[in-house]
């Protein structure tokens, strides 16, 4: 009987550890996820916003397949990854993130001149933002 309590015992957590290992955490709250994807959206709000600074299309294209093969990695699927991105509530997260960004340094998000000046001063240094634009 005690052989059998301690197998039960043992089976229970065992099952509660494989949980525990298969729970996902929502995309949102994957930094190496959300935060690269902050960086995309803050490049294509620069580049759709600055007639200065244009997009490196390919290069971005290539980035975000590497976002979503290592969210894949992680065990996400498809679904979850697709209903991440397509997410309204996702993308005024990432806006307000995105603003709280340009405020950060010093600039107003809704001016065109101001995210010219951040587009400029990324490509500069070199950031990630900044790898996928490009001054014309």
Not at 15 to 43: E, F, H
Not at 97 to 113: C, F, I, M, W
Request: a positive charge; one cysteine or more.
């Amino acid at each position: 009987m005690r052989m059998i309590s301690t197998l039960m015992t043992a089976a229970a957590l065992t099952l509660g550890l494989t949980y525990a290992v298969s729970a996902k955490a929502a995309l949102r709250d994957v930094p190496q996820i959300d935060d690269n994807m902050l960086w995309v959206a803050i490049a294509i709000e620069i580049s759709d916003k600055c007639d200065e600074i244009k997009p490196r299309t390919l290069k971005g294209l290539l980035f975000l397949n590497s976002l979503k093969n290592e969210a894949k990695s992680m065990g996400y699927s498809d679904e979850e990854i697709r209903a991440y991105v397509k997410s309204d509530e996702e993308k005024a997260r990432m806006r307000v993130r995105g603003e709280a960004y340009v405020k950060s340094k010093g600039l107003n998000p809704a001016d065109t001149g101001d995210l010219c000046t951040l587009g400029h001063a990324e490509i500069a240094r070199n950031s990630q933002i900044g790898v996928l634009l490009k001054a014309k």
